[in-house]
């Protein structure tokens, strides 16, 4: 019996490791510098990974690239990564730079994470078909997008639009235009100067105001109540509190929110 038991917990051990899926590992990476002199158009895809782009040297664009697979074609995909290797997605002219999908239909089963480092003076366009994006010290405008994965972007002296299939966004210290938008997911805007569109099928809605200027405030929520905590003039509100239109400090730029599902809160 003892060894019938041991039997047929290792047939059990063998079909989980067998059905389990597949993470993602790193099977490999590349580096590249590239020279550029004055303002920076930066443009991004992958079909999926996580892109971070952050503030750096003045007169270099750094690129630093982690390919992963999760599919059990190992040798295909350690193939495919040392192309990849060798010759990065990366097209570069003058001071514009765009860093493509790669070119395989095989690719799919490939991914490609970024870590970039760029002058301050970039825009920035990103894409992710699955993965996470951090966007930190650059001028913008940013137009970040990805259909799952968390959006977090700070320190934008110009406008920024944000979209994510299912996810949070999370914006900081915008000077310009925010546009937010989440299929599923919350939104969180911390000290924009600028006008807000945030919008969010389901999921809440957090709008922490600078501490000077004033707003024009809109807020709906089809299921949720609205909290706006400064004081507002009151031009219209709904009596369950779905629907909130007044004037923040005599009102000023226009924060416009909604949530098909969820709470907004206004600090």
Partial sequence: MPENRSFAFGILVLAAVLCAPAFPREIGSFDRTLNVNGPVDLEVETNSGHITVRQGNSNTVHIHGIISASDWDSAGAEQRAREIEATPPIRQNGNSVRIERPFDPSDHRIGISYEIETPSATSLRSRTGSGGQTVEGIQGPVNASTGSGRIRIS????????????????????????????????????????????????????????????????ARTGSGRVSVSPPITMESFSSDRHDVRGRIRGGGSLIDVSTGSGGVRVD
């Fill in 155 to 218: 320190d934008i002296a110009r406008e920024v639009r944000a979209d994510t299939g299912s996810g949070g966004i999370e914006l900081n210290s915008i000077k310009g235009r925010v546009d937010a938008n989440a299929g599923s997911g919350g939104i969180r805007t911390t000290n924009v100067t600028g006008p807000v569109t945030a919008h969010t099928g389901s999921g809440g809605v957090d709008i922490q105001l600078p501490a000077n200027g004033g707003f024009d405030l809109h």
